[in-house]
């Protein structure tokens, strides 16, 4: 069973659109991390986000962190194709150095 | 640039021959982790070290070990791959405090014949 439910498993939209990619769970987390990764590499971090109600942004992308630090979500506006990848989201408890990964978001962005 | 390395990006073997794949960082961080990766799915924890502390996943095949002979390096054995073992294998570190991102080397790319 995932811990970290994400939806959903697949996208595709075409250029200059909007998505939004949302990560669930019942457990909450003390932080919460957002990767892509391109395909033959490994994931790159985009994001942590540690209080509950967050909301950071990195260009196009908007990350926010649930009131109750129990969910989060990506949004990208005005898609492109250089943002087609796998997006993870992955969550550490307290206490705990290890982390718990959603199954991914596969998102490909048409030109 | 401080960085995770992983050798070689792509390794192929024999359905039974050992391999061995090696991770190296930069970043001075206590904790290193090997994960399985297979087609667009999650990354999949195998075991990893905090210092010299190794710590199994109760899931992970005996098939699977792991070395660390100093902390900028990890190494992971396969002592008999089968074809289900064919993957991405992931790296990564992190600093060891609760909470905190892992940083993930580029990958190595494992092919079983």
């Known amino acids: 069973t995932q811990l970290l439910e994400q939806s959903p498993q697949f996208l595709s939209i075409q250029e200059g659109e909007n998505l939004t990619v949302y990560c669930n769970s019942s457990s909450v987390f003390s932080s919460l991390q957002w990767y892509r990764q391109e395909p033959g590499e490994g994931p790159v971090l985009l994001v942590t986000?540690?209080?509950?109600?967050e909301v950071k942004k990195l260009k196009r992308l908007t990350f926010q962190f649930g009131d109750a630090r129990k969910d989060s979500s990506l949004h990208i506006t005005a898609a492109q194709p250089g943002d087609t990848g796998l997006y993870l989201c992955?969550?550490?408890?307290?206490?705990?150095?290890?982390?718990?990964f959603g199954a991914g978001t596969t998102v490909t962005v048409r030109a | 640039d401080a960085m995770v390395i992983q050798n070689p990006r792509y390794q192929v073997t024999q359905f039974g021959k050992p391999v061995t794949l090696s991770c190296s960082q930069t970043?001075?961080?206590?904790?290193m982790y090997w994960y399985q990766q297979k087609s667009s799915q999650a990354p999949k924890l195998l075991f990893h070290y905090y210092d010299k502390d190794f710590n199994n996943e109760a899931d992970t095949p005996d098939n699977f070990q792991s070395r660390r002979p100093n902390t900028s390096f990890c190494f992971l054995d396969i002592r008999s791959p089968g074809l289900g073992d064919a993957a991405m294998y992931l790296c990564?570190?992190?600093?060891?405090?609760?909470?905190?991102?892992?940083?993930f080397g580029p990958g190595t790319r494992l092919t079983v014949l």
């Open positions: 970043l001075n961080h206590n904790v």
């Open positions: 992955a969550g550490a408890r307290d206490n705990d150095y290890k982390l718990s």
């Open positions: 986000v540690v209080t509950g109600g």
């Open positions: 990564a570190t992190s600093t060891g405090l609760a909470g905190l991102a892992q940083y």
